[in-house]
């Protein structure tokens, strides 16, 4: 572990686990602080982590969702990978913001045509009726980019980039007896701490 860049372990674990055949091994559970009503409630759901770049997590997703709206509201979050057949969890603590609409440009014209319309047809978190709503959405949209070859990114969709202030590796031990090392952030530089499992 490099001590001096916590996200480039980040990385090589998430390799490791995709490596080790692990299903979806870039997944992490993201967690987020709700608004409104449901305001210091913790949300959490999974997302794909698509990047390691500009010192922090990158992953995409609706603006307009659940977490989009939180994130704008306030944009500190946390993210867990936990890999249980390799003994390895990773949890990072931070802010995110939006990526660079280039960035999320890019990233948008690697996905399957099916997915970008998906991306167009889905209100993301909003309650539907039923399946058949959803169908008609997606069906709407498809009819709508027929003939169109290059579908454009929606203006409520894109990445986020979570940059750590906290980086912790947990590796399973012996009798509950668990590796568990912290990075800190301060200014520019990490702390490293062994913490007790």
Do not use: I
């Not at 987020?32 to 997590?57: C, M, N, Y």
């Not at 167009?120 to 070859?149: I, M, N, T």
């Not at 894109?158 to 007896?177: C, I, K, M, Q």
């Amino acid at each position: 572990m490099d001590p001096s860049d916590p996200l480039a372990t980040v990385a090589q674990w998430v390799e490791e686990a995709a490596a080790a055949g692990v299903v979806e091994a870039n997944a992490m559970v993201l967690a987020t602080v709700g608004t409104g009503e449901g305001a210091s409630r913790p949300s959490a759901r999974a997302v794909l982590l698509k990047d390691v770049s500009g010192g922090g997590l990158v992953f995409f997703t609706n603006y307009r969702s659940r977490k989009g709206r939180e994130l704008a509201a306030n944009p500190w979050c946390a993210a867990t990978f936990a890999w249980p057949s390799l003994g390895r969890q990773v949890r990072v603590v931070g802010r995110a913001s939006p990526v660079d609409p280039a960035e999320s440009d890019a990233y948008w014209a690697t996905r399957p045509r099916e997915s970008q319309l998906a991306a167009w047809a889905s209100p993301q978190s909003k309650v539907l009726p039923d399946r058949a709503a959803l169908d008609a959405l997606v069906g709407a949209v498809a009819l709508r980019f027929e003939g169109v070859d290059t579908v454009p990114r929606p203006p409520h969709w894109g990445g986020y980039r979570l940059v750590p202030e906290e980086v912790e590796f947990w590796t399973r031990g012996e009798n509950r007896l668990h590796d568990r090392l912290r990075w800190v952030r301060s200014g520019q530089t990490w702390a490293v701490d062994r913490l007790a499992p």
